[in-house]
């Protein structure tokens, strides 16, 4: 079938003449609306995912709370403050416990604090998301959470870290107050001092999870070292946890070895303002709160502040030691 000329003609006319679009917003031109309504529709879609995303890691957290209920049944078994190692949540022995503090929750912060050491933030969406992200990429994230683990039928009662160059690496302690007081009254703590050298997300939870380093007695020297020399320690002790050197697996499969001992530290017993130094979780806060505390340094015993001279005479001793040794060694 041919279309005659004037036919033709007369289409393509009323093809230009045509609306483009069948409405536009008021007050706006026909691109700028549709410009509008894909914005709109992209912001939509992004919302929709973002809340589709808010409502699995919601539910992956409820499913492992749930999940965590044998981890929490094992771990209450232990009883006493004598615990060797702390539990994941299927029941599983994880980390080592190689570490005690005597001392309020508020003095125990605060030695933390004076150390340079950050308060881990809590898992959740938020955090969860944004140490995924750091992991990928690599990046800084000093307040990054841990992954949980149980002790006395609950997970820890504080995690502290040290962090590294990035989220995969860091020194971090976990702590449970064992509900067992000294002598004098006040709670004494015990704790599993690890670093880690990977943080990976887990396929099943898409949490984040810790790979540590093997060498766990390293790990405690290094904690020992920093906090005995902020002046708070005004004893030191130590215990058998092991009993004798060995060589273990964590619930994640990690090897360690340890000489199978316990650290003891008992804090000076000095007022702090608990309500503050609890609640330190930021950077920035944190090294404001280091400021502050060196400041009240005078406010610790004699015998913590001489033995934190003595601590880092040692220590730069071992460091000088191990640099000759280094040099030594080269060809």
């Known amino acids: 079938m041919t279309i005659p000329n004037h036919m033709f ?67 209450g078994l232990q009883v006493g403050s004598h615990p060797v190692t702390s539990f994941d949540r299927e029941g599983k022995p994880s980390d080592p416990l190689n570490i005690k503090l005597v001392g309020t929750s508020g003095q125990v912060a605060s030695a933390f604090v004076a150390a340079g050491w950050y ?10 998301v944004r140490i995924s992200y750091d992991s990928v990429f690599n990046r800084k994230y000093s ?16 995690a502290f870290e040290r962090p590294g160059n990035s989220v995969r690496n860091r020194d971090h302690v976990r702590l449970w107050n064992t509900a067992t007081p000294d002598a004098n009254g006040r709670p ?4 599993g001092a690890t670093h880690d050298i990977a943080v990976e997300i887990s396929p099943v939870t898409h949490l984040p999870t810790h790979k540590i380093a093997s060498a766990v007695d390293d790990e405690r020297e290094s904690l020992l070292d920093s906090i005995v020399e902020t002046g708070w320690v005004i004893e030191e002790a130590w215990e058998a946890s092991f009993g ?7 619930s994640l499969g990690d090897t360690y070895h340890t000489d199978g001992r316990r650290a003891i530290m ?34 610790l015993p004699q015998v913590g502040r001489d033995r934190a001279d003595k601590r880092r005479q040692l220590r730069l001793m071992r460091e000088q030691a191990a640099a000759n040794a280094a040099t030594r060694s080269q060809p």
């Not at 307040?143 to 504080?158: C, H, I, M, Q, W």
């Not at 004494?188 to 704790?191: A, K, P, S, Y």
């Not at 004798?244 to 964590?250: A, S």
């Not at 007022?271 to 404001?288: E, I």
């Open 9 to 75: 003609t007369h289409l393509l006319h009323t093809a230009d003449h045509s609306p483009r679009l069948a409405f536009t917003l008021g007050g706006l031109s026909p691109n700028q609306t549709i410009i509008v309504v894909v914005v709109a529709a992209v912001v939509a879609v992004a919302l929709i995912l973002l809340l589709a995303a808010l409502v699995r890691v919601l539910r992956t957290m409820r499913r492992l709370r749930e999940a965590s209920s044998e981890g929490r049944r094992v771990s």
């Open 266 to 299: 008992t804090l000076a017993d000095v007022v702090v303002f608990a309500p503050v130094v609890k609640q330190v979780r930021g950077a920035w806060g944190a090294r404001l709160s280091k400021a502050g505390a060196s400041l009240f340094r005078w406010r």
């Open 143 to 158: 307040t990054a959470p841990v992954s949980n683990l149980y002790l006395f039928g609950r997970k820890e009662d504080y």
């Open 188 to 191: 004494i703590w015990v704790g």
């Open 119 to 128: 308060r881990a933030d809590e898992i959740d969406f938020v955090t969860s």
């Open 244 to 250: 004798e050197p060995t060589v273990q697996r964590n």
